[in-house]
């Protein structure tokens, strides 16, 4: 519930290009690769890699391949069916020998770059399943037409069996319909396509299997489930443990050489311990473990790279219990830290001045540690689409007596905001010039600000009564948190004190984040939705939530408008310290919510602000976007590490490249690091 996805496409920034030999220069990069469909892929860039010594290169080489090492988990946790079929596809697109320039085989070619991108069959945002543009009878005539051999069949089985298992989970769209159904009113876990509990349980049996695990009395419990399969065995059920040895063995036991590696490269002993706490925890599968991982991650702070790898977040669970499987490698991006390490050092003048009620503060707020950081691999949940900010751990008495860490991903804002200059979209939503110059003028800083006070003191913030079940807002938890980190941010943004620390420049730079947050929410992240569709995705909500919640409240003052132009709609923020008022006030409401584990407050909240979309508006606004030609989503590729050994087979150096394209990488990936069975 910790990661802050970057929604907004205004901003644009104007960072200077680091002059180094392998990494060119912002002006001289090429950021966009790909698009298909909703999607457009981008290359991100690796400034001061070279930078590092031989030593860093080396550790980041080897986390680089723990982290792909791992790609596999996620495409089996999204879907059962998710291997066999990206399997079968890359096999027909490897060795297909009849028309490659036919319709069919291009929309072919497509299906396969968006499995690609939703690690799976469902789309990665709206996590809908997508159906193919090719014909049934197409798909069986390419697969029968390949050599059996690159199949990937099941023992006996015959191509014409794999086509007939696969046609209904690839073409039929009331089979495995939601990835992670949050819906109302129905079993989350009967409805949902992904792979974390067996067939025929039921959301009761789950509650029930984890309501008894857990003891109210435990200040310090386990993140119960959080690396298991739940399935019902002989009629019992049992946990199914991501571990060597267990589910997922081969992929974690090739995890576990890369590690160890690693540990050996490590900058200092603290970071060693932490890859080998980490490496233990993957051999025993023992959650506590996990936990004595987790606070070692947090309290290491002086080491510059770091990385993250496991079983993380539970955003893919409509129970929020079981955590997909995700990595990132990063170092600190020293310069660009300084801004955080100043949000950081008032964490506590932060908190003990917000709007929420005295009894809900936190008396002291403690290590929040941030930093900005420069992303050298993405792996897993984290790819091909990644977050631009992530807070870590997740549990939430770790957090509470040893703090987190946050992360702002520079290298990779940077991608989005120069792949995002001058295309139209600031002329078409923006409602005037005045808009558009602080837009140009702040965006990109405050944009960044805004993640930064997010996730370095709003997810921080405050706390929970004595005894307030951390899991009482189920399947709103998610919105609810993102909407009280959000919040947080853009309460403060306007702060005169902001101004006073030197993080923005001007007393009216905030502005800039307000109008684009509330366009955003209330209109323009529309374009991510398909007609008719609800919103589910927990970030989209909170967005929603919070627009939509300071419009209706700010109506009667006029603070928010919006108006029609020549047919078309748009937001006019009339007072802007009247809408920090009103921010003010849903934080203390939100928190309320938040610290007394209030489920029916929270409820009505998300459904009443953050669910339904105004169908006249979301036509209009997918209209005026189409004729941009923008793709809605974003994903990237990796740039690739090669090590360059002595005749010893000793490491001399890591080269980074960033000419591979986006099929070539994921072939070579499907080649290079397919560590899991088809089925498991
Ligand atoms: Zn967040």
């Given at each position: 519930m910790k990661k802050i996805i970057l929604i907004s496409m205004t901003s644009i920034l104007m960072a200077s290009g680091a002059a180094n030999a392998a990494t060119p220069k912002i002006e001289d990069f090429s950021y966009s690769v790909d698009k298909f469909a909703d999607i457009e892929i981008l290359r991100y860039r690796v400034p001061d890699f070279d930078d590092l010594s031989l030593k860093q290169k080396e550790m980041i080489y080897y986390l680089g391949q723990a982290a792909l090492e791992g790609r596999d988990i996620l495409y089996d946790q999204n879907n059962k069916y998710n291997l066999c079929i990206r399997r079968t596809l890359e096999a027909v697109y490897l060795n297909y020998k009849g028309d490659r320039e036919s319709v069919e085989f291009k929309q072919l070619t497509t299906y396969l770059k968006r499995v690609w991108m939703g690690n799976g069959i469902h789309h990665h945002y709206s996590e809908d399943k997508f159906t193919p543009e090719f014909s049934e009878d197409f798909f069986r005539k390419a697969v029968l037409s390949i050599d059996a051999t690159k199949l990937p069949l099941a023992k006996e089985e015959t191509p014409s069996a794999l086509v007939a298992k696969l046609k209904p989970v690839i073409f039929d769209p009331t089979v495995y319909p939601k990835r992670t159904n949050q819906a109302e009113g129905v079993d989350l876990i009967k409805t949902s396509a992904n792979n974390y509990y067996g067939d025929n349980i039921t959301q009761v049996e789950v509650e029930a299997f984890y309501g008894k695990m857990k003891n109210p009395n435990d200040t310090r419990p386990i993140s119960y489930g959080l690396n298991s399969k739940l399935v019902k065995e002989n009629g019992v059920l049992v946990e199914k443990t991501y571990k060597a040895g267990g589910l997922y063995s081969t992929a974690i036991t090739g995890i576990i050489g890369w590690l160890k590696k690693a540990a050996e490269v490590a900058e200092n002993d603290k970071q060693k311990a932490v890859i080998l706490s980490l490496i233990d925890f993957y051999k025993t599968g023992d959650l506590k473990t996990y936990d004595e991982y987790s606070i070692k991650w947090v309290e290491d702070?002086?080491?510059?790279i770091d990385f993250v790898n496991g079983f993380?977040?539970?955003?893919?669970d409509p129970l929020g219990m079981k955590a997909s499987w995700e990595s990132m490698v990063n170092f600190k991006n020293i310069e660009v830290t300084k801004r955080t390490e100043t949000i950081s050092k008032n964490a506590q003048w932060f908190e003990d001045n917000s709007p929420i009620d005295p009894q809900f503060k936190k008396e002291t707020v403690k290590g929040v540690s941030a930093k900005v950081i420069t992303a050298a691999i993405l792996a897993g949940d984290c790819y091909p689409a990644t977050p631009i900010g992530i807070n870590l751990p997740n549990s939430n008495w770790i957090r509470h007596e040893y703090g987190s860490k946050s992360v702002t991903i520079e290298n990779i804002t940077e991608a989005y905001d120069q792949a995002s200059l001058g295309n139209g979209f600031a002329e078409e939503f923006m409602w005037s010039d005045v808009e558009r110059k602080r837009a140009k003028d702040f965006a990109s800083l405050t944009n960044n600000l805004h993640t930064d006070l997010h996730e370095c003191l709003g997810h921080g913030s405050g706390k929970l009564l004595p005894g307030v079940d951390p899991d009482a807002l189920k399947a709103y938890g998610s919105c609810i948190e993102e909407a009280r980190a959000d919040l947080f941010g853009l309460y403060y943004m306007g702060d005169p004190k902001i101004v006073e620390l030197g993080l923005l420049p001007d007393k009216e730079a905030y502005k800039a984040e307000y109008y684009s947050y509330i366009m955003n929410g209330l209109m323009t992240q529309l374009t991510r939705i398909q007609p008719r569709k609800n919103i589910e995705e927990a970030h989209m909500r909170n967005r929603q939530l919070i627009a939509s919640w300071v419009f209706e409240k700010g109506k009667a003052d006029k603070v928010i408008e919006l108006v029609q132009r020549n047919g078309e709609t748009f937001v006019i923020v009339n007072n802007y310290e009247k809408l920090r008022v009103l921010f003010g006030h849903l934080l203390a409401e939100i928190q309320k919510i938040k610290s007394t584990g209030d489920f029916e407050g929270g409820k009505n909240l998300v459904e009443t602000y953050g669910v339904k979309v105004n169908e006249t508006l979301h036509t209009e606004v997918l209209g005026r976007y189409k004729k941009l030609h923008l793709a809605p989503y974003r994903g990237f590729v990796n740039p690739v590490y090669t090590a360059i050994k002595n005749e010893k087979g000793e490491i001399t150096n890591v080269i980074i490249s960033y000419t591979e394209n986006y099929i070539d990488q994921h072939l070579r990936y499907s080649h290079e690091y397919s560590t899991l069975p088809t089925f498991n």
């Open positions: 702070l002086a080491s510059q993380t977040e539970t955003y893919g």
